[in-house]
């Protein structure tokens, strides 16, 4: 009975990847390329991000769009399953799917400027220029999909835990301040009681 509810669970872990995955590059071919947004090593920084945050609504006529999606995976170990979003409004999506402290969706309210920090953030380091990695299922995976406006392309980034789009990734997730929604408080007994579930 136990491995039966452990296959489908798995089964179930895989087949959301793929999805998530699938609807990522789905969405990267049906848009159309526009420019990005630069922002220079000789740029100030706050200039762009004051030129940002005042410009940052500029695409939005019905439907505000995803700028910035970060998607962590757990896959087979007991690693926090969750996503953010930082859309064109200015408003945040979280969605916690396991091993979070908050399960479900929690929607927050971003400061302009923190949001326009976000964009000025990913446009400067280039997704287009990082290496796309190769994907294996089994392990924990993080995928980055970034949308500097409504009319450039989506850019999609997998990374293992490690690297510049982790830092970015730690970076964003620190100025959404989002830690009390992952961060799963665990005694030791629950530690111990998942170890020992494992080994049965």
């Not at 895989?14 to 420019?35: A, N, P, R």
């Not at 380091?125 to 995976?141: G, K, R, S, V, Y």
Request: hydrophobic share 40%; charged share 20%; glycine share 2%.
């Amino acid at each position: 009975m136990k491995t039966t509810k452990q296959n489908i669970i798995n089964r179930r872990e895989i087949l959301s990847f793929f999805l998530i995955v699938t609807s990522s590059f789905i969405l990267l071919t049906g848009c159309q390329k526009d420019e990005m947004p630069q922002v220079s090593n000789t740029t100030n920084e706050n200039q762009a991000i004051e030129r940002l945050s005042n410009t940052s609504n500029e695409n939005v006529i019905g439907k505000p769009f995803t700028v910035l999606e970060i998607n962590h995976v757990a896959m087979f170990s007991a690693l926090p399953d969750y996503k953010i979003q930082l859309m064109s409004d200015n408003k945040a999506i979280y969605i916690g799917r396991k091993n979070t402290a908050v399960l479900g969706q929690v929607q927050m309210d971003v400061n302009p400027k923190i949001a326009a920090q976000i964009r000025a953030m990913y446009i400067k380091a280039n997704l287009l220029q990082m290496a796309t990695l190769e994907l294996n299922i089994d392990l924990p995976i993080n995928t980055t999909t970034f949308r500097a406006n409504l009319s450039s392309d989506l850019i999609t980034r997998i990374d293992y835990n490690k690297g510049t789009l982790k830092e970015l990734r730690e970076k964003t997730e620190q100025l959404l301040n989002i830690s009390n929604l992952v961060n799963l408080h665990r005694k030791l007994s629950d530690i111990q009681a998942v170890a020992n579930d494992e080994h049965n």
